[in-house]
Structures are given as C-alpha cells and as structure tokens.
C-alpha cells in the first residue's frame, strides 16, 4: 500500500500541477500516505492543509489551534491600535505548511518541484485556495476559547492585475489580511 501510494505521488508530482482537481489530488493522497506512516502527529499543519482541501467545515482539528490563536493575537493587537504584528504576517506567508510539504515529500523520496521552484509554489498555492475559498475553519473547542474570533475564512479574491487569495478575519468592519504567497 505504502510503495502503491509513494508511485501515485511521484507520478503526480513529477509533472506540473495545473489544476484544483490535481491539488485535491496531491493533498489527498499525501493525507493517505502521512495515515500509512503513522506521521501525522509529525506534520500538523499539512494535516490541517490535506483535511481542509476535503472537508466542508473544519471543527474537530487541534491542527486549527494554532491558526485560530494566530488570528486571536492579531485582532487584539489591532484592537489596542499596536497594528498587526509581524509574527503574524509571517504566519500568513504559509512559510510553515511549505516547510512542512517539503520536510515530508524529502523524507518519503518524492518529488519536490512543488516547494523548490517559487513559481510552481505559487501556482499551487492559487489553486489551493481556489480549492478551500469555501470552507471555513472553525474551531469549537470551548476548553480553549479565544478572546477575540470564533471562524476564519478564506475566499478568493481576483484583482485584473495580480491574484491573491485573502484570509479574512475579524479585525474589523471589512477586515482582511493578504495571504503572502
């Protein structure tokens, strides 16, 4: 099963990805090998990124802690007029799901074209979020509340000029904060 998955992905990574439905794919298989391997405790953000691309709603993640914690200190600190912190716009650049996509497909001998060329990286960020613009995270987990946001939720937003998909959060009347590719 393990070898049968790692061919699958090789055979999909190995070619440019153009497509939601190849990214669904890619993120789906990847899902399926990480169970296989026992690893998913060892990559929590790609977890969170693989169950996103296939659920409607995600709830139950713990992998949603940090993003919602993440998005909680950024609307207090612009509720108290200190603006929105760097740490946080970090966090938005999506460094740690790309490191995350790279640190896995190295360990299982993939193809790693995805993470290693930037402009395949954005074309396959732009079609991720094309993929997830209508599923909202939502974390319910009442053990842990946070101070400030109860959702967040990306929806793609096209200019003529350049695309950007846009995470918005509840920083204000018509908050938004760019999702950096």
């Known amino acids: 099963m393990i070898p049968d998955l790692r061919y699958k992905l090789t055979r999909a990574l190995s070619k440019p990805i153009r497509t939601e439905a190849m990214v669904v794919y890619v993120m789906v298989e990847i899902r399926k090998l990480m169970d296989r391997l026992d690893a998913s405790g060892d990559y929590r953000v790609l977890k969170l990124f693989c169950d996103w691309t296939v659920h409607t709603n995600i709830d139950r993640n713990r992998a949603a802690e940090p993003l919602m914690r993440e998005f909680d200190k950024a609307a207090e600190s612009v509720k108290h007029g200190n603006g929105i912190p760097l740490a946080f716009l970090e966090f938005l650049s999506l460094s740690h799901f790309r490191d995350e996509v790279g640190r896995f497909l190295n360990s ?71 999702w950096m590719n």
């Not at 974390?139 to 509340?145: A, D, E, G, K, M």
């Not at 101070?147 to 908050?175: C, H, M, N, Q, W």
């Open 108 to 178: 299982n001998d993939l193809p790693c074209r995805i993470v290693d060329d930037g402009d395949a990286w954005n074309i396959f960020l732009d079609l991720y979020s094309a993929v997830v613009s209508d599923c909202p995270i939502t974390y319910t987990n009442r053990q842990i509340p946070f101070k400030l946001i109860s959702t967040v939720t990306l929806t793609k937003d096209t200019s003529p000029e350049e695309s950007y998909a846009f995470v918005r959060s509840l920083l204000g009347r018509e908050p938004h904060a760019v």
